[in-house]
């Protein structure tokens, strides 16, 4: 219970942070005009230097997290605002329509996210990010006690936890193989997998890209191989959306989760679930409300969750159109860019590399052991000292996302804080 203190400095706060929203708004342009595209032939520099005008991280931060969660520009946040200053009056012109149904089709956010993913309107569900579609597709699908699923050991918990729990409520057994740190071919993760797959196997769960060491793993030869044994194959594509171009059907996996607020910087709670037309009736609802039994609706009874925020679903589709307007294949070589830049370098100050040397299995995550550094430490001194935000894992990997409106320059001053660390650590 909040005593008199808490609830003022509570209310304080809360009036401040909305006094600041235009002012922070009015830093950016609120409207997606991006810069013209033949500014990109003449100074691609300018032109990402632009971009970067639209999205309100201060001009004094480097952002070099969006593994975790991306910053969405500043027409997806007013795309959003505009959709609380719509729907909160209650005024919708059918009294039985109101702004948080979960019950709809949502086909005016499913189409052009289909589209933008290689997949049809009927096999998207609208879900709230990869832990949500990967608990649907885990816990969805009917196993027997003693049935196997196969994942790799570099797998996010919220792809590894669910099957923990299906295993200890159903006698499902999780076996692991190994990717190494780094996988130098796609050969030697289709070895592993294909040595590991048993009699009693019935899925291959793995991440298209991982949490671990950002390794593009070569999905459409895992979802072949898969299906050539007579195996469903479910995809944790968490970072792929908006980080390089995405062909789900092309990709020929049963189902696959993303969590678009990381590189499509979507709002946050955006997600997604891709359930394959075929093999639709093999997935129960894990979430049920009226429609779940209904196999007419297809994937859109997965999205049936309840009240929805219907203004976050339209800053969404503005990710959406942000990204098209600039191209993916624009941002997927400045992606490959500003990685390869920060793996070189940091290569050269003697950091080991996790991230593979081969340019297919990676993209815009670099990772690396940089022991004796301890990346707590790190992080916190980053951040505090010089406005510089990275992630890591215990107790010395270091994580660096490269999210496309960053620029060089920024890369650089990372890395020269970096060295000043590593000196003053090392002297005591």
């Not at 300018?46 to 639209?54: I, L, P």
């Not at 009056?89 to 709809?104: H, N, S, T």
């Not at 086909?107 to 997949?119: K, S, T």
């Not at 037309?277 to 997965?302: I, Y």
Request: charged share 25%; hydrophobic share 40%.
């Amino acid at each position: 219970m909040l005593d008199r203190r808490s609830f003022l400095f509570n209310t304080t706060a809360m009036t401040a942070a909305l006094a600041a929203a235009p002012r922070l708004l009015a830093q950016c342009s609120v409207e997606p005009t991006l810069p013209d595209p033949s500014l990109y032939a003449k100074d691609e520099d300018a032109y990402w230097g632009a971009v970067r005008k639209q999205f309100l991280i201060p001009p004094d931060e480097i952002y070099l997290n969006n593994g975790t969660v991306g910053s969405s520009p500043a027409p997806v946040v007013q795309e959003v605002i505009n959709g609380y200053y719509t729907t909160e009056p209650m005024a919708q012109a059918d009294p039985e329509d109101y702004p948080i149904w979960g019950y709809g089709p949502f086909n005016e956010f499913r189409d052009p996210l289909a589209a933008f993913v290689g997949a049809t309107r009927d096999e998207i569900a609208l879900v709230r990010n990869a832990t949500e579609a990967n608990n649907f597709m885990i816990h969805g699908f009917d196993m027997k006690p003693g049935d196997e699923a196969l994942i790799s050991n570099q797998e996010h918990p919220s792809g590894e936890e669910p099957w923990k729990l299906k295993a200890k409520r159903y006698g499902v057994v999780v076996r692991q193989f190994e990717i190494p740190r780094p996988l130098n071919s796609s050969a030697d993760v289709l070895n592993r997998i294909n040595d590991s797959i048993a009699p009693r196997t019935r899925v291959i769960f793995v991440s298209h890209i991982t949490t671990d060491t950002g390794v593009v793993l070569p999905i459409k030869e895992i979802c072949a191989l898969a299906r050539s044994k007579g195996l469903v194959s479910m995809i944790d594509g968490a970072h792929v959306t908006g980080m390089m171009k995405l062909d789900i059907r092309d990709l020929g996996c049963d189902m696959y989760s993303s969590s678009p607020h990381k590189w499509l910087m979507a709002p946050k709670g955006s997600g997604f679930l891709y359930v394959r037309e075929e093999v639709q009736e093999r997935l129960w609802s894990t979430v049920t409300t009226a429609g779940w039994d209904d196999p007419k609706l297809k994937a859109e009874r997965f999205q049936r969750i309840g009240s929805s925020n219907l203004p976050s679903l339209w800053g969404f589709r503005a990710a959406l159109y942000f990204a098209n307007k600039i191209g993916m294949d624009r941002i997927e070589r400045r992606h490959r860019a500003l990685a390869d830049y920060a793996l070189a370098e940091m290569i050269k100050r003697g950091a080991e590399s996790w991230t593979s040397p081969d340019p297919a299995l990676r993209c815009a995550i670099a990772t690396f052991n940089i022991a004796p550094v301890r990346i707590d430490e790190l992080e916190k001194a980053l951040w505090k000292q010089h406005r510089i935000r990275i992630r890591g894992g215990g107790p010395s990997k270091i994580r660096i996302s490269t999210p496309y409106y960053l620029q060089k320059a920024e890369i650089t001053r990372f890395l020269e804080k970096f060295d000043e660390y590593r000196r003053k650590s090392a002297n005591g």
